[in-house]
């Protein structure tokens, strides 16, 4: 079968791309450049994705990979900014679409400044994604300074990852490594594997180039290029009942792994250079691993 890839949208005119190739399935929303849904044959869908999540102009989607640009969590200087910076509510445009092969296929979505971008960081850049869908998965968000100064970015691929049973999972490649615990406001050092029993709103620092995902018999790899933070997050009940687009007990399903540049990780941006962030992710199941 050849790539599949097919311009949609929904009754209310919300678009995005759907891809079909020989290893996988993918939906990229053209707002935000915001791929929401990925499959692998043969594998569980990889992505979590919540079903009270909005399809709407200007509304970021609960799941799949939001991409956090050009600032990661809250603006330090003006609180009436969308947390996570702009790049996830503007309309992003598809400029490469096409089938590496039979098995993989090649999206490129490119943000450019407009008013509303530039009233809200006042930076001349040209930011674009490409995601190559395939048995594996990958998403590299190149940014690059066009402007006449320098800038800062912080930045993240916030990928929402589904899972089985959030109280089986296990999360390795942190294990000593400092991580900023954002509920309490202080730095603790990681001893083993990260399990998930409470609220978790953390970001490693130089985390294992792999980090491993792991539950019952299936596995999941994430390799970052470009990163020295990762960003673990589960809101646990309190704050999936507080959101409007999360169900109350969506926090067992899901857990954030983000490939990111957070907090002190946060990236200088040269005139006419470039910075790249880059997640690999791969899936497979335990059996395969033991052999
Ligand atoms: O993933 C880390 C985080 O910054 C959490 O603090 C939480 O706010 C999460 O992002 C979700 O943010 P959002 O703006 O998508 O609701």
């Given at each position: 079968?050849?790539?599949?890839?097919?311009?949609?949208?929904?009754?209310?005119?919300?678009?995005?791309?759907?891809?079909?190739?020989?290893?996988?399935?993918?939906?990229?929303?053209?707002?935000?450049?915001?791929?929401?849904?990925?499959?692998?044959?043969?594998?569980?869908?990889?992505?979590?994705?919540?079903?009270?999540?909005?399809?709407?102009?200007?509304?970021?989607?609960?799941?799949?990979?939001?991409?956090?640009?050009?600032?990661?969590?809250?603006?330090?200087?003006?609180?009436?900014?969308?947390?996570?910076?702009?790049?996830?509510?503007?309309?992003?445009?598809?400029?490469?679409?096409?089938?590496?092969?039979?098995?993989?296929?090649?999206?490129?979505?490119?943000?450019?400044?407009?008013?509303?971008?530039?009233?809200?960081?006042?930076?001349?850049?040209?930011?674009?994604?490409?995601?190559?869908?395939?048995?594996?998965?990958?998403?590299?968000?190149h940014v690059t300074n066009k402007d006449t100064k320098p800038f800062v970015i912080s930045t993240a691929l916030h990928t929402y990852f589904a899972v089985e049973d959030i109280h089986t999972v296990l999360i390795k490649g942190l294990e000593n490594c400092l991580y900023f615990d954002a509920l309490k406001?202080?730095?603790?050092?990681?001893?083993?594997?990260?399990?998930?029993?409470?609220?978790?709103?953390?970001?490693?620092?130089?985390?294992?180039?792999?980090?491993?995902?792991?539950?019952?018999?299936?596995?999941?790899?994430?390799?970052?290029?470009?990163?020295?933070?990762?960003?673990?997050?589960?809101?646990?009940?309190?704050?999936?009942?507080?959101?409007?687009?999360?169900?109350?007990?969506?926090?067992k399903r899901m857990v954030c792994l983000e490939t990111s540049n957070a907090r002190d990780d946060a990236r200088i941006v040269k005139v006419n250079e470039s910075h790249v962030l880059k997640a690999t992710i791969s899936q497979c199941n335990k059996k395969m691993m033991t052999n």
């Amino acid at each position: 079968m050849h790539s599949l890839i097919i311009r949609k949208h929904y009754d209310n005119g919300f678009e995005y791309i759907e891809i079909k190739n020989n290893q996988a399935e993918a939906k990229i929303a053209l707002q935000g450049a915001h791929l929401f849904h990925y499959k692998a044959i043969d594998k569980p869908a990889l992505l979590w994705l919540s079903k009270l999540a909005y399809f709407e102009k200007g509304k970021a989607i609960r799941g799949g990979v939001p991409i956090c640009f050009p600032w990661f969590g809250k603006h330090k200087n003006n609180a009436s900014l969308a947390q996570h910076g702009f790049a996830r509510t503007q309309m992003w445009e598809v400029v490469i679409e096409e089938e590496i092969d039979v098995d993989n296929t090649h999206i490129r979505l490119e943000l450019k400044p407009n008013a509303d971008t530039l009233a809200q960081w006042p930076y001349l850049f040209e930011a674009h994604l490409d995601m190559i869908i395939g048995a594996t998965l990958s998403m590299a968000l190149h940014v690059t300074n066009k402007d006449t100064k320098p800038f800062v970015i912080s930045t993240a691929l916030h990928t929402y990852f589904a899972v089985e049973d959030i109280h089986t999972v296990l999360i390795k490649g942190l294990e000593n490594c400092l991580y900023f615990d954002a509920l309490k406001a202080e730095t603790f050092m990681q001893h083993k594997d990260v399990q998930i029993q409470e609220e978790v709103d953390r970001v490693y620092s130089n985390p294992s180039k792999t980090i491993t995902l792991l539950q019952n018999d299936t596995s999941v790899q994430l390799q970052e290029e470009g990163s020295s933070s990762l960003v673990v997050w589960n809101p646990w009940i309190e704050k999936s009942q507080a959101m409007v687009d999360m169900p109350d007990d969506g926090y067992k399903r899901m857990v954030c792994l983000e490939t990111s540049n957070a907090r002190d990780d946060a990236r200088i941006v040269k005139v006419n250079e470039s910075h790249v962030l880059k997640a690999t992710i791969s899936q497979c199941n335990k059996k395969m691993m033991t052999n």
